[in-house]
């Protein structure tokens, strides 16, 4: 028969709880995110709330359900579920551990943690990086640009994969005139894991930033890649447009231009001459 477990993370002031396990007990001296066994009847925040109570002298709210880590024994599974949980009312009191500490998100590993709590640290960090992208935002809104995007190359080393990031770091370091380093960081924010228009707006500042520098090749090699995961962008056609002029592709390039004129201009001049444009583009034959 498996053994039923919970824990809470508790966060306060952008710090997370943890507590050391006492020496005489199973895995003494390790660290751990507060709780104890379900008992007979109880359910999850029932018996977490009963815990924390019992351990620490706080009554907490439990909220959202952050995970399940399961350790396999012969005597059947260890099953630890954590939920995130606040504080209520009562002062943190040492009942059961022998220490309790708050630490960042980023710190956690660089404790003994017990090997059913391990799993949520990931988790946490994951969750982790919205709440500091939030920080950096208000950062930005008061004026503080440089601390905003300190924060944000904080957060792009510690989660490389997140596109969102790196495209809000593109963004701040363009408006503080640091361009080589937007470039860059838009780069990262398309090899992340970026989705839908946010997507497609950093095709386009890239490949217009390609073009501001005379990076043609490059700047053309990422309009494509973008037109292939957005066939119907026009800005990126347009923009893929611009870099064929820039390499010496010009009769290409007005081609498109023309093309895209004709397409998508609302203007009652260009449309009266809208079936005409289009004919002069089905019929265009290089010089």
Request: glycine share 10%; with cysteine; net charge negative.
């Amino acid at each position: 028969m498996g053994i039923d477990v919970v824990c809470g993370i508790f966060r306060e002031n952008g710090k997370y709880l943890i507590a050391r396990r006492p020496q005489d007990a199973d895995l003494g001296g390790f660290w751990e995110f507060p709780g104890g066994k379900v008992k007979k009847g109880e359910n999850h925040p029932e018996a977490l709330q009963r815990e924390i109570y019992e351990e620490l002298r706080v009554r907490c709210q439990v909220g959202e359900k952050l995970g399940e880590s399961v350790v396999h024994q012969p005597s059947g599974d260890v099953v630890l579920t954590a939920y995130e949980a606040e504080r209520l009312s009562g002062k943190w009191t040492l009942n059961f551990h022998s220490e309790i500490r708050w630490v960042e998100a980023q710190e956690l590993r660089a404790y003994q943690m017990a090997p059913l709590d391990l799993p949520f640290i990931d988790m946490i960090l994951m969750r982790q990086w919205p709440i500091r992208l939030k920080d950096a935002l208000a950062l930005k809104d008061q004026g503080r640009i440089e601390e905003a995007i300190d924060l944000l190359y904080k957060l792009g080393d510690q989660n490389p994969g997140v596109g969102m990031i790196y495209y809000y770091l593109g963004t701040l370091l363009g408006e503080a005139n640091r361009d080589d380093e937007s470039l860059v960081a838009y780069e990262k924010a398309i090899a992340g894991d970026l989705k839908g228009s946010t997507r497609q707006q950093v095709y386009m500042g890239l490949v217009f930033s390609y073009w501001q520098r005379g990076l043609y090749q490059r700047g053309a090699d990422a309009a494509s890649k973008g037109l292939s995961e957005f066939p119907e962008a026009m800005d990126l056609r347009l923009g893929l447009a611009m870099n064929r002029f820039g390499q010496g592709n010009h009769e290409e390039a007005f081609k498109t231009v023309l093309e895209l004129l004709a397409q998508t201009s609302e203007h009652p001049d260009i449309q009266l001459y809208r079936d005409a444009l289009l004919y002069y583009l089905e019929h265009w034959k290089p010089s």
